[in-house]
């Protein structure tokens, strides 16, 4: 069982930086594989960046090389670091909590309520 609970979205101007946190509760933080997810209006929900249990991370082409995420499991944190923002980043960025059996089987998969990422041309 984990809760997920993001922070740090906000308004910027194309160019500018944010850090988006994601503060996990529960229990499994350190054995889950963590992911940020974006949505803009009139689309799917995407994925923008993954970081395993182990440190492993991938990103999305539209992303690589201005997003980097990184976790802390001492303070069961995530975080996204996003630079050089442009308009087309934005959308409402959800974290992801997931764990997955070598057997295929997934155990868990929940979801953070959300923050509003806006940059502004």
């Known amino acids: 069982q984990v809760q997920l609970v993001e922070s740090g979205g906000g308004l910027v101007q194309a160019g500018g930086s944010l850090r988006l946190s994601c503060a996990a509760s529960?229990?499994?933080?350190?054995?889950?594989?963590m992911g940020w997810y974006r949505q803009a209006p009139g689309k799917q929900r995407e994925l923008v960046a993954v970081?395993?249990?182990?440190?492993?991370?991938d990103a999305e082409d539209a992303v690589k090389g201005r997003f980097t995420i990184s976790r802390d499991n001492a303070k069961n944190t995530v975080y996204l670091q996003m630079n050089s923002l442009k308009p087309e980043d934005t959308a409402v960025y959800y974290c992801?909590?997931?764990?997955?059996?070598?057997?295929?089987?997934?155990?868990?998969?929940?979801w953070g309520q959300g923050t509003q990422v806006t940059v502004s041309s």
């Open positions: 970081i395993s249990r182990g440190g492993s991370t």
């Open positions: 529960g229990s499994g933080f350190s054995t889950s594989t």
């Open positions: 992801n909590a997931r764990y997955t059996l070598t057997s295929g089987l997934l155990l868990y998969d929940y």
